[in-house]
């Protein structure tokens, strides 16, 4: 607790908050728009819609927020080279788990304000009937595990490369990747794709009523499988980041 404490005490004026709020926003933005353009023949679409939203703008955008975190919360030990200083004090694993949970932190609240934000957007565009709350706290379950992913992958690579542009520059192309891949399929087995995976609405569109249709996915075998793999890579990135911040302090 005392490591954690001090972690959001050396990030306390960097303004990291600022900055996810001002990438969220861009977000956020977009989905408005979107909500404008739902299908007006049947108003009970618009709370699928912002459920299969989500996901998309997610798989688009999250890998750079979450590169920008990664860096933000590991580019002040980079900059003081107090690396090998806070190894006397603390040990290295110690280190990494307090910037893991402050990461996690973060991530949860990201989450957090993004559902509750569609869920304020349903209600003020009057959507007919009621969200389905079992679907949106899965989602927020789902998105989170996606996020908390990549900030470990990204983590990893900021605490290991002195230059910050590298980790950004993996986020930037892993926000192009999650673009690609989302025409291919909804589903994907890299960290980067696993919102696609874990998007619980698909869509229908009638080239001949010109007509979008959103409906509750059925998960084949194989895209349960990918969605298993964001928890996978969750176990995946949280020891090899360890054991190599560790091996890199001693």
Known sequence: MI???????????????????ALLGMQFAWILWTAKSANEKDPTQGWLNLLHTLPLLNVIMMPTIMAVLASRLSDLEHKGNTYKLLRTLRRP?????????CGLLYTGIISVIQVSFLLALGYSQHYAGAPDMYYYMLTFILEFACCFSLYLLQLNLSLLFFNQMIPLVVGLCGSLLGLVLMYI????FLPWGGFLSCALVGMDWNVETRVVTYFYREHSTVELCAVGMVFIWIVIFYVTGRIAFTRKEV
């Open 185 to 188: 399929k909804m589903y994907s």
């Open 93 to 101: 694993g110690i280190l990494f788990n307090a910037k893991v949970l």
């Open 3 to 21: 490591t954690l404490k001090t972690e959001f005490q050396k990030i306390k004026r960097r303004k990291i908050g600022l900055t996810i709020f």
